[in-house]
Structure formats: C-alpha cells, structure tokens
C-alpha cells in the first residue's frame, strides 16, 4: 500500500542544477523520517541526505554537503532534493525511503547512516552528470 515514487533524473551537465521528486502514497509524511540515497555504478549505495520528521534535523553526506538540500511539503506527501553545482561524480541511481519516526524523533544522521532501518523505498532515478 505504501508507495514511493521518484522523478526528475536526467542527463545535466557538469555546474548545472536538478531538483528531485519522492511522491509519497499510503502514508501520512508529516510521521515519516525521509531520506535520500544514492548508489553509483559499482559502489555500494549510501546516504546522501536525510532529515527527521520534524525537520528539526537534517543531515548531508561529505560529498553533496553545501551543493544538496532536501525538504519536503508535507501537505503534498511529497520530498525534494535539490541539487545544484553537480560533478559528474554524483552520477547514480537516486532512491528515496522512509520510515516511521516510532517513539522517538532521531536524529537525520541515524537514517543516513542505517539505510537497512528504512522501511520503504522508491524504485530510483537516474541522474547522469556529464557533458
């Protein structure tokens, strides 16, 4: 019944900017921990950014961090990551996940960092960046 769904890939250019979709069904977002993860060919998925429920806490990878931001519209049950001044190096299949936020609000950096505690994911995007 949950289900996520990403959009926005594509082929951009090296400097240029590109704004990913997660339309999120079947859940009540505003309860749900979000993240952003990316998996590059031959290299093992990773967590490129994640945020709580609340919003009160967001975390970035090393790599993405001051160039991606993530948020999300709760009324739209739907999250972004905003990507900008992107390398050819953040080619890779873009997923989203998330997971119910339970007892307790964690913080961002848990989800990133414990990728098999998302309980939901999106089947991915590709985002190719090259000239």
């Known amino acids: 019944q949950v289900q996520l769904v990403e959009s926005g890939g594509g082929l951009v250019q090296p400097g240029g900017s590109l704004r990913l979709s997660c339309a999120a069904s079947g859940l009540t977002l505003e309860n749900y921990a979000i993240g952003w993860f990316r998996q590059a060919p031959g290299k093992e998925r990773g967590g490129v950014s994640c945020?709580?429920?609340?919003?009160?806490?967001?975390y970035f990878a090393d790599s993405v961090k001051g160039r991606f931001t993530i948020s999300r519209d709760n009324a739209k049950n739907t999250v972004y990551l905003q990507m900008n001044s992107l390398k050819p190096e953040d080619t890779a299949v873009y997923y989203c996940?998330?997971?119910?936020?339970?007892?307790?609000?964690?913080?961002?950096?848990?989800?990133?960092?414990?990728?098999?505690?998302?309980?939901?994911w999106g089947k991915g995007t590709l985002v190719t960046v090259s000239s």
């Open positions: 996940a998330s997971t119910r936020k339970g007892l307790f609000d964690r913080l961002a950096s848990y989800y990133c960092r414990n990728q098999g505690g998302m309980d939901y």
């Open positions: 945020q709580s429920s609340s919003g009160g806490s967001t």
